[in-house]
């Protein structure tokens, strides 16, 4: 293992221990998708904890605008006086706790304070689309708590961000709330990127914003979208969404894990796949020239990155030898105990049935010196319907006592000396009742006993007959070693040829067309005929002379599929023979040569894809190895179709917006291509689309990328710095407005949407 | 500034944490939640909208795309009579194409689609004619061949492709 990795390594566990820790329950509802709570600080030690609350006193009566970044992840929000907003997890959950039975509301963060929270939570947003209004109250109320308003009303105009042309539906819903249950003085709805965009071309004056002219590119959670502004002004009619976000990735790095490891020790979850998104993932410049690259397996051994999830080591056995010694003792003697038990039980079953035997035959004899009536009635009570019911009785009676003697002689053949049996050759009628009994018993005995001595003889016989063939064989091997070791080769190749040829046989089975599969169609059809005597054989006589070969029978086994054959058995316990013996006699078979580990070997990129660890490897178990997904997963931005999601991929896109501008707006568009949002810190993203514009463009324009100073946050300070400008007075919707225009209208300005807008 | 839910329980608690060895200290997750937390800004005369639940993603979508259909009826009702009345002269609203959500949606890609390795991600040339699934060369393949019907789908089911059975 390189040094990097190891590195890495130690510092994913140690992340992946805390992971696990925080997220212990995490749920994979499709409120929760693709968040990651790490900032969770909270601990359980300090007695009472109260929301850290902000006071209201300076901007009671001042009208400070307020500022809300409603993004699908994380809800930032704030006073625009304040340089930075408030962050929290755009999540909230209503639960009810089981032991006090008390209704909660948590929000953001807090809601790992309680196991079962999560399951319940929920986001304002579904996918792309806002539209989970009540966890939108609360995520408001959330807001106004925090800043700590006391007032009646929310006497602050409000400036928010809305998705890229976001349905009415959204926005009436919205604005209602604003409006009706907060009643807000204004409101003004801004697109995140434009803003995060106005916020990178300052600290320029605000004026010569007008003159900006860039290509923001949005990277959002469940979706990325390209915005093209000229001259301060977002172009919203050419702008363009593609469904494929970070939350898409992080579900299609869940997916291939999954494949990859089906299974794993761990859950993993969407929340795993999204941390290892943001800490291993990167974009390639030339994902095909990487791949070329990857092909070598010790190329993808050094890029690899390995999570360790946590793992329960197997208890040590820590007792002295002694100790394991004793028990095992024990543990025999207890057998021998159980199994001495059994034989008993078995015994007293066998004399049962015997007896029982004896009954019934004397009771069918019986049958002759009966009338028919009283026959019937004798058999009506002893249980049974008619004649052949008891014919069965006696029937099953007798193939139970041969099944049991047969095994009685099978097993048990260390016992060597014969017990005497003294009552066996005593006529009957020099016993009493109890004696006969113990006679049946020792009949019993003495048969089985004499069976088990018939059996160990003919084993005895067998080995000799190996050990006088080993003998043989020795002496031939003594005499010319070469010609052996050739005969013996020469054998386990034609067991191996033959074990192949059933494999390929049996592959080619499996496709119907094959000719393997028609010609075994072809004899079930020619068995299956009435007139199936072949011409050859109607000449010699007319007659079905099927069966008198014994080697027609064969057929059977032939068309026969399922069932594996004894044949093959036969040829794995000869090949395991064979190659004992090649490997004590011949130096130059190795084991490598067996069929056990030509059949087991890998090829070095399958191992190098994904390591192999023995069985009893509960750590490396536990490991999950990223090497070629780091880059897989986000070149799906540029093609969503890798992940089955029918969308021209970024690259495409790009290409398509520009080509919709004349030469000289493309050129003022590609001189500035923005790159904001959370996933627009990609490693390699900016090289990537720099590989992708490049050669699209005339040689001599000039293209520049510049990634925001600060991807997730930047929207939000655009809209403060924004809402302290003379403008943000001129583009909001007043009350007065909304209550003439209904909730869906909004003013035309720069940094908003278009859709109902007036002008 | 404490909240309601604080202020209200204390009198009824008070006594039994007095009897008690170990005062009642409510849950973190209990001093976390807002449920209690006072909220003066609120209208209360407010009822809540009562299409906010009922409209899932789909119903909003088509009604954004019925919206979208009608308004573009009504831009070219709207053209048609200014050229009748005027024949140059169009005003600049109607030039500009209004975006909506869906319009804005990316096209599917028109580029031919590169192929890759479903098992490993790597360029693939080929394609087993059984499964269905793309492979790199031939150690992949006999992974492929020994993969299970279920999982052989579920591959598939990765790359966005869901085969009919035949």
């Known amino acids: 293992m390189q040094l990097v990795n190891e590195g890495a390594r130690v510092r994913v566990r140690a992340r992946m221990r805390m992971l696990v820790r925080v997220r212990a329950r995490v749920s994979r509802s499709a409120g929760n998708r693709g968040y990651t709570p790490f900032n969770l600080h909270y601990s359980d030690s300090s007695s009472t904890i109260k929301p850290p609350f902000l006071s209201y006193d300076p901007h009671r009566s001042a009208h400070t605008p307020l500022v809300i970044d409603n993004g699908s992840t994380s809800l930032r929000f704030g006073f625009s006086s304040s340089s930075t907003p408030q962050v929290v997890p755009n999540i909230v959950s209503k639960y009810k706790e089981r032991k006090a039975g008390k209704q909660l509301l948590l929000f953001g963060d807090t809601i790992d304070a309680e196991g079962g929270a999560r399951s319940q939570a929920k986001t304002p947003w579904e996918g792309d689309v806002l539209l989970n209004f009540d966890a939108l109250e609360h995520a408001l109320d959330y807001v106004f708590i925090h800043l700590g308003v006391d007032t009646s009303t929310v006497d602050h105009p409000v400036i928010m961000t809305e998705r890229l042309a976001s349905p009415l539906h959204s926005r009436a819903l919205t604005s209602e709330l ?444 536990a490991r999950i190895h990223l090497s070629t997904e780091r880059w897989r997963v986000c070149e799906t931005w540029f093609a969503p179709s890798m992940a089955g999601v029918d969308s021209a991929g970024l690259g495409e896109v790009l290409q398509n917006v520009l080509a919709s501008f004349s030469l000289a707006d493309r050129g003022h568009l590609v001189q500035n291509v923005f790159l904001t949002g959370a996933p627009a810190q990609m490693p390699g993203l900016a090289d990537r689309l720099h590989a992708t514009l490049r050669p699209i463009l005339p040689p001599e324009m000039p293209l520049r990328i510049v990634r925001a100073a600060d991807p997730s946050m930047d929207a939000w300070r655009g809209m403060a710095a924004f809402a302290q400008t003379e403008e943000f007075a001129r583009v909001g919707v007043s009350k007065a407005e909304y209550d003439e225009w209904g909730g869906e209208r909004v003013r035309r300005w720069w940094g908003g949407n278009w859709n109902a807008s007036v002008l | 500034m404490p909240p309601k839910g604080s202020t209200r329980k204390k009198p009824s608690a008070a006594p039994s944490t007095e009897g008690s060895a170990t005062p009642q200290i409510p849950t973190l997750a209990e001093q976390l939640s807002i449920l209690s937390a006072p909220r003066p800004f609120k209208n209360s005369n407010y009822t809540k909208n009562s299409s906010r639940r009922t409209k899932n993603l789909k119903a909003v979508l088509g009604q954004e795309r019925e919206r979208e259909r009608v308004e573009r009826e009504k831009r070219r009702t709207e053209r048609e009579e200014a050229m009748e009345i005027d024949g140059a002269a169009t005003s600049v609203m109607i030039e500009d194409d209004m975006p909506t959500y869906l319009s804005i949606e990316a096209p599917p890609s028109v580029l031919p689609q590169r192929r890759y390795c479903d098992i490993t991600g790597l360029e693939s040339p080929y394609t087993d004619p059984i499964s269905g699934l793309r492979f790199h060369d031939k150690s992949i393949y006999e992974l492929i061949k020994s993969l299970s019907a279920s999982a052989a789908k579920e591959y598939l089911a990765a790359r966005g492709v869901n085969p009919i059975v035949k």
């Open chain 1, 178 to 621: 604003m409006f009706e249950l907060y009643s807000v003085p204004s409101l003004t709805y801004a697109v995140d990127a434009v803003l995060s965009f106005y916020h990178n071309i300052l600290p320029t004056p605000p004026s010569s914003f007008l003159a900006a002219s860039g290509l923001a590119i949005s990277f959002n959670a469940a979706s990325t979208s390209v915005i093209p502004i000229l001259n301060g002004k977002g172009i919203m009619s050419q702008a363009k969404r593609i469904p494929w976000g970070s939350q898409q990735a992080s579900e299609y790095l869940l997916k291939l894990i999954q494949l990859k490891y089906p299974t794993f020790s761990t859950r993993i979850t969407a929340a795993h796949t999204n941390w290892m998104l943001h800490t291993f993932c990167e974009m390639s410049s030339d994902y095909t020239a990487l791949l070329r690259r990857l092909r070598d397996p010790e190329q993808l051994r050094r890029v690899e990155r390995i999570v360790q999830f946590p793992f329960v080591l197997p208890a040590a056995d820590d007792r002295t030898e002694e100790e394991i010694a004793r028990a095992a003792e024990k543990r025999r003697e207890q057998g021998k105990k159980l199994q001495e038990m059994a034989a008993k039980a078995r015994l007293d079953k066998l004399v049962q049935k015997e007896s029982d035997l004896q009954y019934l035959t004397n009771l069918k004899e019986r049958k002759a010196e009966e009338t028919r009536r009283e026959w019937q009635n004798i058999l009506q009570s002893e249980g049974f319907n008619d004649d052949a019911a008891l014919d069965q009785a006696i029937k099953k009676l007798e193939a139970d006592l041969r099944r049991t003697r047969k095994k009685a002689a099978n097993d048990g053949d260390d016992v060597m000396e014969e017990p005497p049996f003294p009552l066996v050759d005593t006529p009957d009628d020099q016993l009493d009742e109890e004696s006969l009994k113990e006679k049946k018993k020792q009949k019993l005995l003495k048969a089985g006993f004499e069976a088990r001595a018939r059996a160990r003889r003919e084993k005895e016989k067998a080995l000799e007959e190996r050990a006088a063939e080993e003998r043989k064989e020795g002496k031939e091997r003594a005499a010319d070693p070469s010609a052996w070791v050739a005969r013996v080769r020469a054998e386990h190749a034609s067991v191996m040829e033959r074990i192949k040829e059933r494999n390929r046989r049996k592959a080619a089975l499996g496709d119907r067309k094959s000719a393997a599969a028609q010609a075994r169609m072809k004899n079930i059809a020619s068995l299956a005929a009435d007139e199936r005597v072949g011409k050859k054989r109607r000449k010699g006589g007319g007659e079905d002379m099927f069966g008198a070969d014994d080697e027609d029978w064969a057929i059977y086994r032939k068309i026969n599929t399922a069932a594996v054959s004894s044949d093959e058995e036969e040829d794995f316990t000869q090949l395991q023979a064979v190659e004992q013996k090649l490997l004590t006699h011949d130096p130059t078979f190795g084991i490598e040569q067996t069929h056990a580990a030509l059949s087991s070997q890998r090829s070095a990129f399958m191992s190098a894809f994904r390591p192999q660890y023995v069985e009893g490897d509960v750590e490396g178990r």
